[in-house]
C-alpha cells in the first residue's frame, strides 16, 4: 500500500501517468453528433463509480437502480462547451484507464472490486491537482445526477417543489411605483 | 349580512416582451433614443429611469424570456432554464462555479434576494483611491433610499427566521460577532426557500416583476434571446447595434437597432467580453482586468435537532462585521439550499461515511460564507472561448480561513456535534477546541476547496483616471462619445456585501446623468 499512495503522490497525471495510460486506451471516441453524451464506456465508469461512491443498498436512500442520474449527467455535458467536453471526456479516460498502471491493478477501475474502487477515489481525492480534479468531477455528476431526482431528495427530508402543490398565488408584476407613475397624456 | 370592503388593488403593469420566434425572418431594423445591452439589475433600472424620463428605449436580452409560472422549484432545472452556461461556468481551473443568471430579468431572477447597501467604508475608498467623491455614502443615500422603497427591501421579520439563522445568530452573539437579519427585496414571502431556481409566485422582487414591466409600461421594447454581437462605429460613436436573435429552431435573425446612446449592462463577464469582441474602448488596456467576485463556500455543521436549512428565507440571518470590511473580512449568511447543493458544497466521503453525511441532511446548520477579495483575475476570449482566469489569491486566503473559523466557532457555539469544511478532501472538525488548529493547517491551491462566486464584478473599473480605469465617474467609456457601463463591472473594489443593491443604486444614479444628455 506505501508504494501504491507513493506513486500516487509523485506522478504528474498529465505529464507523466497520462503519457502512460492514454496510448492503452482502447475505448472508442465519441461518434460525431453524441459527444455531448456519455460514451458507453464512460457510463460503464459512472455505473461503477457510483455503485461505491453511494452504496444505497440497505439504507433509506432510494436506490441507485431507480433514479436515472446516467441521463441527468447527460444533461449536463449538453450544456458544456466544445472544449469543456473533449476535458471531460479526456479526464473520464484518465480515471478509467488509470487503474493499469496507479496501484499496479493492470486493469480498468470498472473491473476493480469495489474495495478497491473505493481506495481508488479516496487516493485520487488526494492527489495531485488533476486527480483532484477529476475525481471531484465525477463526484460532482453523480450527486448532481442523483439528488436532482425529487424523489431520492424527499428521502432525507427535502421538501422539493412546493407552490403548486400548495397552490400558492402569484403576486404579479409589482404596481409601478406609485410616486413615479408615468404622467398622463394631456388629452 | 354587511358587504365586505373591497380593497381597491392598484393596476399591474404588463410585461411585454418580443422573443426571437416574433422576430420577422427578415430580421428586424429598431430606432430609438436608448439601447440598452443586458436586463437584468442595471440594465432593468436603467431601462425605467429613462423611459420615465421619456426617451425610446430598447433593451437587448440575450436570455430567454422565462415566466414565472414556468419555474419549476428544481435547481437542477433551473440551471438549465435561467444560468449561464446552465450553471456550469467555471474560472479557468474548473475549480470555482460561477454562477450567474441568463435569462430575463438576469441574476436578479436567480438570487437569494439580499440587500445590503455597500458599506459607506468601501464607497469611501473608492472617493479616495479612484477619484470617485460622487458616489460618496452621502451622495448615494437617496439613490439607495429610493430602490429600497421601490423593490420592498426591508429586513426579515420574526416569522421570516428560521431555526437555522435563529441558531446561527444565536452562536454569533455568544461569540460577539455582529449579527442581524437579513434584508431581501421581497413581498410577503411564502418561504418555500426557492430562490435560487427562480420564485414562482413574484414575490422576490426581481426586474421580471418590477422594473421591466414598468419600463415596458412606459414604452420600452424589449427583446429576450437577443445577443448583441458587434457595434457600428464612427467617430468615437456607437451609431448601430448588431445583434441576433435566435429562435426555437435554431434559425438566426439580425436584430439592428440604431440608437444615440448606448448602455452596456451584460454583467462583469459578458461586458467585457463584448467590448473585446469590437475592440472598443480599452485605450486603458483594463478591459476585462480587475476581475473580482466574493469567492464563496457553505459551510455545514451538524446539529443535534432537525434543522431543516433549507426551509424558510433562503437566507435569514447574517454574521461578520460588513461595517469596515478590510484585509481578513468576511460575511456569513445563514442559508442553504437541499441536499443537491450539500452534496456539491461539502466531501462528505465516500461510501457508507458519503450515505451518514446525507441521510443527515436535515441535521446541517448551512451558511454561505464570502469574503472581501482583491481584483487579481481576469476575463477574455481564448479561441473563441470565453476564459475567467481567477484563483484564490494568497492575500485573500487568510480571509477565507476568518470565514471558516468564524463559522466553525459559531456552529459549536449554536450546539453543534461537529462541523464540516467546504474542502475537497473530506475535513471533519470534531471539537471546537479543534476549529483553530485545523483551518490553520489548511493551505491555499487550486481543487481543494469547493467554490463558488455568486457575484463577478470589477472588469470595467470605474475611475477619474483615463490611464487607470476604462470608464469614467459618469460611467461613460473613456474615449467614447456615446457609451456607458451600468453594471458590477465598474466597480472598482468588491463590496464584501452581495451587490445588488448597490448595482440598482448605481444605475438609477448613472441613468440620472444619461438621461441628462438628452
Redesign the interface.
Known amino acids: 500500500m506505501k508504494l501504491y499512495r507513493r506513486t500516487f503522490t509523485k506522478l504528474s497525471i498529465l505529464s507523466g501517468t497520462g503519457a502512460l495510460v492514454l496510448p492503452a486506451c482502447q475505448g472508442e471516441p465519441p461518434a460525431m453528433g453524441e459527444a455531448a453524451k456519455l460514451t458507453p464506456d464512460e457510463r460503464v465508469l459512472i455505473e461503477r463509480f457510483a455503485e461505491v461512491y453511494i452504496p444505497t443498498a440497505g439504507t433509506n436512500l432510494k436506490p441507485l437502480a431507480e433514479v436515472p442520474y446516467l441521463d441527468n449527467i447527460d444533461r449536463i455535458l449538453e450544456r458544456l462547451d466544445g472544449a469543456t467536453l473533449d476535458e471531460v471526456h479526456t479526464g473520464l479516460k484518465l480515471f478509467d484507464y488509470g487503474s493499469i498502471v496507479l496501484g499496479f491493478h493492470l486493469t480498468r477501475f470498472g473491473n476493480l472490486s469495489p474495495e478497491d474502487r473505493l481506495e481508488y477515489i479516496i487516493d485520487w481525492t488526494h492527489g495531485g491537482e488533476t486527480q483532484r480534479a477529476i475525481a471531484g468531477v465525477l463526484k460532482s455528476f453523480v450527486a448532481f445526477g442523483y439528488w436532482q431526482d425529487v424523489g431520492a431528495a424527499q428521502r432525507v427530508g427535502y421538501q422539493g417543489p412546493v407552490s403548486d402543490e400548495a397552490k400558492i398565488v402569484s403576486l404579479g408584476n409589482a404596481p409601478m411605483p406609485v410616486d413615479q407613475a408615468q404622467p398622463e397624456t394631456p388629452t | 349580512m354587511t358587504d365586505v370592503p373591497q380593497i381597491e ?7 411585454r416582451v418580443q422573443t426571437p420566434d416574433e422576430v420577422p425572418a427578415a430580421g428586424l431594423k429598431l430606432d430609438a433614443d436608448v439601447v440598452i445591452i443586458g436586463s437584468g439589475a442595471s440594465g432593468a433600472v436603467t431601462a425605467y429611469e429613462l423611459s ?1 424620463r421619456g426617451a425610446k428605449v430598447v433593451v437587448l436580452e440575450a436570455g430567454p424570456y422565462v415566466p ?2 414556468r419555474f ?6 433551473a ?2 432554464q435561467l444560468y449561464e ?4 461556468q467555471t474560472n479557468k ?3 470555482m462555479v460561477v454562477l450567474q443568471g441568463s435569462c430575463l430579468g438576469g441574476s436578479t431572477v436567480i438570487n437569494a434576494a439580499v440587500c445590503f447597501r455597500a458599506p459607506d467604508a468601501v464607497l469611501e475608498s473608492w472617493g479616495q483611491n479612484f477619484g470617485l467623491d460622487n458616489l460618496s455614502p452621502t451622495a448615494m443615500a437617496p439613490y439607495f433610499d429610493k430602490v429600497e ?2 423593490l ?1 427591501i426591508h429586513p426579515n421579520g420574526p416569522h421570516e427566521l428560521n431555526l437555522n439563522g435563529r441558531l446561527i445568530s444565536d452562536g454569533a452573539k455568544r461569540l460577539d460577532i455582529p449579527t442581524a437579519p437579513a434584508s431581501r427585496n421581497i ?2 414571502c ?1 418561504l ?1 426557500g ?1 430562490c435560487l431556481s427562480g420564485c ?4 422576490k ?1 426581481s426586474m421580471l ?2 422594473y421591466l ?2 419600463a415596458s ?2 414604452g420600452a421594447t424589449i427583446l429576450s434571446g437577443t445577443r448583441a454581437e458587434s457595434f457600428e462605429v464612427n467617430n468615437g460613436r456607437i451609431t448601430e447595434v448588431h445583434a441576433v436573435a435566435t429562435d426555437a429552431e435554431g434559425v438566426q435573425k439580425a436584430v439592428d437597432v440604431k440608437a444615440g446612446l448606448v448602455v452596456v449592462a451584460a454583467g462583469a463577464i459578458q461586458t467585457p467580453l463584448l467590448f473585446q469582441k469590437a475592440g472598443l474602448g480599452n485605450s486603458s488596456g483594463l478591459v476585462g482586468s480587475n476581475f473580482a467576485c466574493h469567492p464563496s463556500t457553505a459551510m455545514l455543521g451538524e446539529h443535534p435537532d ?1 434543522v ?1 436549512c ?2 424558510g428565507a433562503t437566507i435569514s440571518t447574517y454574521a461578520g462585521n460588513i461595517e469596515d470590511p478590510k484585509e481578513g473580512s468576511y460575511l456569513l449568511e445563514a442559508g442553504f439550499m ?3 447543493s450539500m ?2 458544497a461539502s ?1 462528505g466521503g ?3 461515511e ?2 451518514e453525511f ?2 443527515k ?2 441535521k446541517y446548520l448551512g451558511a454561505v460564507t464570502l469574503i472581501h477579495d482583491h481584483n487579481v483575475g481576469r476575463v477574455y476570449w481564448d479561441n473563441g ?2 476564459r475567467i482566469d481567477y484563483n484564490l489569491d494568497d492575500r485573500d486566503f487568510p480571509s477565507l480561513q476568518a470565514a471558516f473559523r468564524a463559522a466553525a466557532k459559531i456552529y459549536f457555539a449554536a450546539g453543534a456535534k461537529r462541523v464540516y469544511l467546504p474542502t ?3 475535513t471533519v472538525i470534531e471539537r471546537a477546541d479543534e476549529v483553530d488548529s485545523v483551518i490553520n493547517s489548511l493551505e491555499n ?4 476547496y469547493k467554490l463558488t462566486s455568486y457575484h463577478p464584478q470589477g472588469t470595467m473599473r470605474m475611475g477619474k483616471n483615463p490611464k487607470a480605469s476604462v470608464v469614467g465617474p459618469d460611467g461613460k467609456v473613456h474615449g467614447l462619445d456615446n457609451v456607458y457601463v451600468v453594471d458590477a463591472s465598474v466597480f472598482p473594489t468588491t463590496l464584501l456585501v452581495n451587490p445588488q443593491e448597490t448595482v440598482y443604486a448605481m444605475a438609477t444614479y448613472l441613468s440620472e446623468g444619461i438621461g441628462a444628455r438628452g
Open positions: 388593488e392598484p393596476a399591474q403593469p404588463v410585461l420615465q414565472s409560472s419549476t422549484e428544481r435547481l437542477a432545472g440551471f438549465d452556461d446552465g450553471g456550469k481551473s474548473g475549480d422603497k421601490n420592498h413581498k410577503h411564502a418555500t426557492h414562482k409566485t413574484e414575490r422582487q416583476v418590477t414591466p414598468w409600461e412606459l432537525d431543516y433549507w426551509l437541499g441536499p443537491l452534496s456539491t466531501d465516500v461510501g457508507k458519503y450515505v446525507v441521510e441532511s436535515k472561448r470565453k475537497t478532501r473530506r491551491g487550486k481543487h481543494l
